[in-house]
């Protein structure tokens, strides 16, 4: 047996699932977590993407409250039960719903077979199946800080009972202003408790706000901060104008299966989404405006391979498992530098050979180099390939900016639509095409009736004016 599989602070059947899901040998960062968390001593790991972080915290937070079950009350017939808002002891926090989904669903794989309840909520989802979960009890909670504030607000959980309280991906919880909400939540949770914060690129300008959080915490660095572990990085000096067709003359050329591309906006990433489903590649779109249902039928049609490429923005940067991803391509440098080594981070997850290109524009020299400074190694540029013909033609239409009076106005170069004659037919009064009596009566009472106009009737008075 490895030494996994040999953990005596972890229940056996735990052991047992560990080794079905095939984890020997734990990595070092696994391995240097393990004890501090045992211990409940407050820790904050640092290791590179890929590491396996989530297992490394995941797997000792189960196996302590596998060994510390709730405290029951007894019931009639001395039967000992646990009420539902007494079986939280765990939350977790994530800084994306993509995240959180992922981290209950690897720490429900774990526990299978166990009593413990793990379960996840997010925002931009109904409200009602995640409440009645909730209420219903649950042992380890993934949520993110908007949804797990909202149910404790309105009363649909307590974190009373709650003894763990872990950071993921603490770097962007600051990045996103969301260490506020944290505190708030801290706040609520009893003082005796244990927090545990995980990053992979945890800058050194907010490392003292994210200490902050913990006391007396013990440091697990494992490897060189800030550095992607795919080594397979390529840059690809390019204009703007001409991404879009570089993309698809890598995606024709070297043909490459299991991409994500990643843009800086949104709407950039209907651009390119655009583009690839024009020139027969199949393609998934995600991105922070579309439904919680819509990302999730994205994420599951590429990690099934049923289409070819996933176009996305950094909402799915982070934490993200999917085995199938081989290369990555960034189409737009990251204004945050740590961005890259996260997107790059997500090839190879599944093993095998991993790549990455950047394409970088003249006017992102300086977002580049700030990348390059972080990452502390420069990233060769590669020949660029030939742009056929019949891509330009197919390639997708971008706004062009319009000048008007005030802001600049984008409109796409589309044939304007023909707008429809909304002028009403006279239809004459007399004649063969003359309307029946009673079309003519509504007609003429639909008529403004003027001073010298008998009402009702529509017909000019014979006789003098009234004087009144």
Not at 9 to 16: D, F, K, R, T, Y
Not at 236 to 263: H, I, P, S, W
Not at 353 to 381: C, M, Y
Not at 432 to 439: L, M, R, V, W
């Amino acid at each position: 047996m490895t030494e996994q599989t040999k953990d005596p602070s972890v229940p056996a059947h735990i052991l047992e699932s560990l080794a079905r899901l095939g984890f020997g040998e734990p990595t070092e960062i696994q391995a240097a977590m393990r004890d501090p968390i045992l211990q409940g001593k407050d820790v904050l790991a640092l290791a590179p993407t890929g590491t396996g972080k989530t297992l490394g915290f995941g797997v000792p937070l189960i196996g302590n409250l596998l060994n510390n079950p709730p405290k029951g009350k007894r019931g009639h017939g001395g039967v000992r039960f646990v009420e539902s808002f007494d079986r939280l002891r765990a939350v977790v926090v994530s800084p994306t719903r993509e995240l959180a989904q992922q981290v209950a669903l690897d720490l429900s794989v774990v526990a299978k077979g166990a009593v413990l309840r793990i379960g996840a909520v997010y925002g931009k989802s109904p409200t009602a199946p995640q409440r009645e979960m909730v209420r219903g009890g649950i042992d380890i909670l993934v949520g993110t800080p908007g949804r797990l504030r909202e149910f404790f607000d309105e009363g649909s959980l307590s974190f009373a009972n709650v003894q763990t309280f872990v950071i993921d991906e603490a770097d962007r919880m600051a990045d996103m202003g969301f260490l506020p909400q944290i505190e708030q939540i801290l706040s609520a949770i009893p003082a005796k408790r244990q927090v545990i914060c995980l990053s992979a690129t945890l800058p050194h300008s907010i490392e003292s706000r994210v200490l902050s959080l913990l006391r007396d915490p013990v440091k697990v660095e494992v490897g060189t901060r800030n550095v992607p572990i795919n080594r397979k990085n390529a840059r690809c000096d390019v204009a703007d104008d001409d991404k879009v067709f570089l993309l698809l003359a890598l995606m024709r050329e070297k043909k490459l299966r299991g991409v994500v591309v990643y843009t800086r906006t949104r709407r950039r990433a209907g651009w390119v989404a655009e583009a690839l489903r024009r020139n027969d590649i199949t393609v998934s779109l995600l991105h922070g405006d579309r439904s919680q249902r819509c990302r999730n039928e994205a994420l599951s049609a590429f990690s099934e391979g049923k289409v070819e490429c996933l176009v996305a923005t950094d909402v799915a940067a982070r934490g993200l498992h999917v085995p199938r991803i081989r290369t990555v391509i960034n189409y737009d440098v990251p204004l945050m530098p740590e961005d890259f080594v996260h997107r790059v981070g997500r090839a190879g997850h599944g093993g095998g050979a991993a790549e990455s290109f950047t394409f970088v524009d003249p006017l992102e020299a300086t977002p580049w180099s700030r990348v390059i400074e972080l990452v502390g190694e420069e990233i060769k540029s590669i020949p660029l390939p030939t742009f056929p013909s019949s891509t330009r033609r197919t390639a997708v239409r971008k706004p062009t900016p319009v000048i008007k009076r005030g802001p600049i106005k984008l409109k796409f170069d589309l044939p304007p639509t023909p707008k429809p004659n909304r002028k009403k037919k006279l239809f004459p009064l007399t004649g063969k095409d003359s309307f029946s009596s009673k079309t003519r009566m509504k007609r003429l009472r639909s008529t403004p009736i003027s001073r010298d106009a008998k009402p009702g009737g529509g017909i000019r008075r014979s006789g003098p004016k009234s004087s009144r």
